[in-house]
């Protein structure tokens, strides 16, 4: 039988209702089961004849696997603004403070600017090297690695190292010299920054390109990323157990496996000695970036990322934001 005009009316207005129910349910705590069986009986009590109930029955339970929109907005997702202070004014083009547990971006300025990520770089060198070689594999410094413009540890060339050790050289002291000896010993220098694209398409790093290994600025800004980029590689990075150690090492001296060379290096990022709950990540400076910083931070509840480039004092924009987010943001366990 046809069902009527004013009976489908009715079924549709029973599954409006069940959702202004819904709705009640998330400020009243009563528990849907309890609508469910109101609103079935008022639409069995609707829909006498069998022909409506096959409508009415669809409406109930499309309506009861529906949650509104409105209802999962309401719900808390900590850390939440707590203060009233405004955001510290810094020097850097680009930043953004970012709590690791929730994802959740607590402050930014300008997350999708592509500017040069200078030697934070290396971090996305460090990813690739480490699916390229096992920690104990020796890596042979070509001669040229020896000449380039870049922070050094002063390796001689066609020395061995292993190939943890160059990783620690290049993410504590910032040495150019391992990371491109880590680019070139197994597969060609372009293939290696291919390898690092790949990876950084793998992440979700939509708005980024690496055209070496170092950090170099590149011809006319073609080597670049974002904050939100740079976000994403220090996730991948700190969920790497050898980057993640490597990161938060004072200091580390690398020894040569073919002679009695060594050389002594100290991390770059002060705040290892300056803050308390400092994890890293990574300092970087060239004449096109200006000053960049990946910096993590954590305490027994709360974990945050925080990043700056384009700046012209790194750490002191990196200190007053995180003294602000601190300040200013609450976590469930305050």
Same mark, same amino acid.
Not at 116 to 126: F, G, N
Not at 181 to 186: D, E, H, N, R
């Given at each position: 039988m046809t069902t009527s005009i004013t009976r489908r009316f009715l079924a549709h207005a029973i599954r409006s209702v069940t959702y202004v129910l819904w709705a009640a349910d998330w400020g009243t705590g009563l528990r849907p089961v309890v609508y469910f069986l109101v609103v079935a009986y008022v639409s069995f009590f609707i829909g006498i004849r069998n022909a409506d109930l096959?409508?009415?029955?669809?409406?109930?339970?499309?309506?009861?696997?529906?949650?509104?929109?409105?209802?999962?907005?309401?719900?808390?997702?900590?850390?939440?603004?707590?203060?009233?202070?405004?955001?510290?004014?810094?020097?850097?083009?680009?930043?953004?403070?970012?709590?690791?547990r929730s994802g959740k971006v607590l402050f930014s300025q300008l997350p999708e600017e592509k500017l040069?990520? &200078?030697?934070? *770089? +290396?971090?996305? $060198?460090?990813l690739v090297a480490l699916k390229l070689y096992s920690p104990e594999e020796k890596v042979i410094v070509p001669y040229f690695c020896t000449n380039i413009d870049s922070t050094k540890a002063w390796l001689p060339a066609d020395e061995e190292f292993r190939a943890k050790d160059l990783i620690y050289t290049m993410l504590v002291g910032s040495a150019g010299d391992a990371a491109c000896?880590?680019?070139?010993?197994?597969v060609s220098y372009s293939e290696f920054v291919d390898k690092m694209n790949l990876e950084a398409k793998r992440l979700g790093m939509k708005n980024t390109n690496f055209v070496n290994p170092i950090g170099l600025d590149g011809f006319k800004g073609v080597h670049y990323s974002t904050v939100s980029d740079l976000y994403l590689l220090a996730l991948a990075s700190?969920?790497?157990?050898?980057?993640?150690? &490597?990161?938060? *090492? +004072?200091?580390? $001296?690398?020894?040569?496996?073919?002679?009695?060379?060594?050389?002594?290096?100290?991390?770059?990022?002060?705040?290892?000695?300056?803050?308390?709950?400092?994890?890293?990540?990574?300092?970087?400076?060239t004449v096109g970036a200006g000053e960049v910083l990946i910096y993590g931070w954590k305490d027994e509840d709360r974990e945050l990322v925080l990043i700056v480039m384009g700046s012209r004092d790194r750490f002191s924009d990196?200190?007053?934001?995180?003294?602000?987010?601190l300040a200013n943001f609450a976590w469930k366990t305050d």
């Open positions: 096959g409508d009415v029955a669809n409406g109930i339970l499309v309506s009861l696997r529906y949650t509104p929109p409105d209802i999962i907005s309401f719900e808390k997702i900590y850390p939440l603004k707590s203060g009233i202070q405004q955001p510290p004014a810094v020097s850097a083009i680009a930043t953004g403070v970012f709590d690791r040069a990520p &200078a030697s934070t *770089t +290396k971090l996305m $060198t460090a000896a880590l680019a070139t010993s197994k700190l969920s790497n157990e050898t980057i993640q150690d &490597a990161v938060k *090492t +004072k200091e580390f $001296t690398v020894k040569s496996l073919s002679s009695d060379f060594t050389y002594k290096l100290t991390n770059t990022n002060k705040f290892l000695w300056e803050i308390s709950g400092t994890t890293g990540i990574k300092t970087g400076t990196t200190r007053n934001l995180l003294s602000w987010t």
